[in-house]
């Protein structure tokens, strides 16, 4: 498979679901607003932004399967599997605020070996492939050179409908406030997986999460030099409801910040 080729098609892809993503925001009022859970909204823009995605996906790889937000009727099949966010940042794009991304990965087996995110409002398309590299609109990026966290900018993802481990989460929160450059919540994990790959952010951890929100970020990390893991330092982070990025220098001391304070019982 040429990943390199696909890397791209999909990117492109990306881009124009992107255009129709932005041209409907001026529309968006609370008709168009689903109620999925506490704090978990869907629109019509998400429906139709997946559906196109799936359509334009599946011609690119008729033997894949699909694992996506708004698709429970979508098959996930045994080699390859799409996972995708149509709409990352729902919330923010409901309020009129940013930012919000098309995020979508490709698995072969368990590794995910494709990736983009593609951040609409600054038109900034983030995208890797296996062994490949990672770019930002056609230019080679890479991790920040941070070599300690306090002298790390850290981004986050506050809870809004798990908060099994909100104690744990405010004890994180309050020790990297004090012992950091400060942290940053965007509300849109992909852009904040893309932003740790081009070296905005430092670092960046998050629970409650689904794949659809770190499948496409995760390669583009790791192949831009950065390292990903769950809060336990194992790799069970797609499907695991928990991530941790950072760049190679400040890895190591980051994952066990986080797994200390995650480690308490609440």
């Known amino acids: 498979m040429f990943l390199e080729l696909i890397t791209k098609q999909v990117a492109n892809l990306s881009r124009a679901v992107g255009k129709y993503i932005k ?7 609370h008709k168009h607003i689903i109620d999925k859970g506490l704090n978990d909204f869907v629109t019509d823009v998400d ?27 979508y098959s996930r099949k045994d080699r390859y599997n799409w996972i995708i966010d149509p ?13 919000y991304a098309i995020s979508i990965g490709l698995m ?24 490949g590299g990672a770019f930002l609109n056609g230019h080679q990026i890479s991790v920040s050179h941070a070599a300690t966290v306090k002298d790390a900018l ?23 406030m004090k012992h ?61 409801s928990e991530i941790v990025a950072g760049n190679s220098l400040l890895a190591e001391e980051f994952l066990g910040i986080i797994r200390d304070k995650f480690s308490k019982k609440t």
């Open 47 to 73: 429906k139709n932004s997946e559906k196109r995605l799936v359509a334009e996906l599946h011609k690119l790889l008729p033997e894949a399967g699909f694992i996506a937000e708004e698709g429970d009727h």
């Open 180 to 240: 950091s450059h400060g942290l940053r919540r965007l509300g849109s994990a992909a852009t904040d997986l893309a932003y740790v790959a081009c070296g905005r952010y430092d670092a960046f951890f998050e629970y409650g999460l689904h794949p659809w929100d770190v499948a496409a970020g995760s390669i583009i990390v790791e192949e831009a030099g950065g390292k990903v893991s769950d809060f336990n330092g194992a790799d069970a982070f797609v499907f695991g």
């Open 87 to 99: 709409l990352d940042g729902t919330t923010n794009y409901i309020h009129g605020a940013q930012p």
């Open 23 to 29: 041209s409907e925001s001026k529309n968006i009022h």
């Open 154 to 176: 850290i981004a986050t993802g506050f809870p809004y409908s798990d908060f099994s481990q909100l104690e744990n989460y405010l004890d994180a929160f309050s020790y990297l």
């Open 108 to 131: 072969e087996k368990n590794r995910v070996i494709t990736g983009v995110v593609y951040e609409i409002n600054l038109n900034e398309c983030f995208y890797a492939w296996h062994q």
